[in-house]
């Protein structure tokens, strides 16, 4: 059961449709990359390292729906296609790393159009795999860092829903449990779209890990009274400098786990690290419809008063010096970020 998955049968594109968990478990099929436009758009699918590959499936869907008969007048029709599916979603680096992957082998592919259509499905097949695997290798790594009878708290949804499969820093979590380690998870709900109580607890539920929710003002408490032994958090661009842009809270999380001695992990692929934007002062923040802020999500009551105007800006930036170290797929990175880093990525071309 993958997030993203590709139905071969039918030839469509099928998402588990996240809006409407943990009510209710359904895919959504789709046939239209304007279609995937949308789903991003509206977070059927979200996460980094999903919506990199539901972007990937994207493309797939575009060189099928084109009726060009030259790998030119397919080229073109795939160049459209990638300005509005980088367009969806701003802030994480996945959704155009994973199209730049796909349109660059497009461009310098020698062929029929057709074995094009065939070499862009196989291409979008690989990220998706390629996903699931370097989850697995980073889950690895980064189990190494819990320690038995651990206390860590969660923030936002990094699991197999938010990737294809097994997750970022929820899969290191599963990792040590399944490793046989007793651990505990705090699960900040993670307003306003409540990634963490809808979806990471569901998720939870299924693997049979103890979790509480807590509200994400009440994560402070718990670091200052020593109850929380980890921080840990996924990421949607981890700029040149370490600083990594992740899901509104993240910051005064980390601040309040730096001040209280705890150690804060980033878990992030290295096609998550961003080496051409130097700080996390060049990532882009996406600010979403205030309707997220002055309604709870799930049932559209209205908790503000008639009127109210909010500011939903969806993620925010943890500066590097409040990391103790970003787990990638090829290690575990420490600082001095900037070498370090650049060397993962190096590592990973190879
Ligand atoms: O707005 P979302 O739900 O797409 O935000 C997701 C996050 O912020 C995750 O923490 C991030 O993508 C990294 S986990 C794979």
Known sequence: MRTVEWDYESRRLRLI??????GEFRYMLIDDYREVVTAIREMVVRGAPAIGATAGFGMALAARQSRARTVEALLSDLRIANEH????????VNLRWALKRILDMAETYHGSVLDLRIAILDAAQLIADEDVRLNQEMALFGASLIDDGD???HHCNTGALATVDWGTALGVIRMAHTQGK??????????????GSRLTAWELEQYGIPYDIITDNAAGYFLRTGQIQKAFFGADR?????DVANKIGTYMLALAAHTNQVPVYAVAPTS???L????GDGIPIEERDQGEVLCLTYDGLQTAPKGASARNPAFDITPSNLLTAIVTEVGIV???FKRNLQQAVETNLK
């Open 238 to 242: 981890v700029a040149a400098n370490g």
């Open 276 to 279: 051409v934007t130097s700080t």
């Open 272 to 274: 998550t690290i961003d």
């Open 151 to 153: 206390t860590i708290v």
């Open 17 to 22: 449709d996240q809006r409407l968990l943990p």
């Open 85 to 92: 599916l980088q367009n969806a979603r701003p802030t994480a």
């Open 182 to 195: 007793i651990i505990h998870v705090l699960v900040d709900e993670t307003r306003p779209r409540l990634q």
């Open 334 to 336: 420490y600082p001095p």
